[in-house]
């Protein structure tokens, strides 16, 4: 049997680029599908701006570094 060594630095990452695509999702459903639900007219708040900001940076250099490392 092959043992495999565990890279947990991946699966740090793994965890932090599902948590970005969670506050992405998140936002992305109180902005655009929460409006339409409730009939009440949601906008961003400079710091819900800037979180999305941050995930979605966050989600892409994860992604890129996932695709170089596969490489």
């Not at 990452?13 to 109180?30: M, P, Q, R, S």
């Amino acid at each position: 049997m092959k043992k495999y060594k565990i890279n947990w630095k991946n699966i740090g990452l793994v965890i932090l680029f599902v948590l970005a695509i969670g506050v992405i999702g998140h936002d992305l459903y109180l902005v655009g599908i929460k409006s339409f639900i409730t009939g009440m007219t949601i906008s961003w708040t400079w710091f819900g701006f800037i979180t999305f900001g941050i995930a979605v940076l966050t989600a892409d250099v994860i992604f890129q570094y996932f695709i170089d490392y596969t490489k």
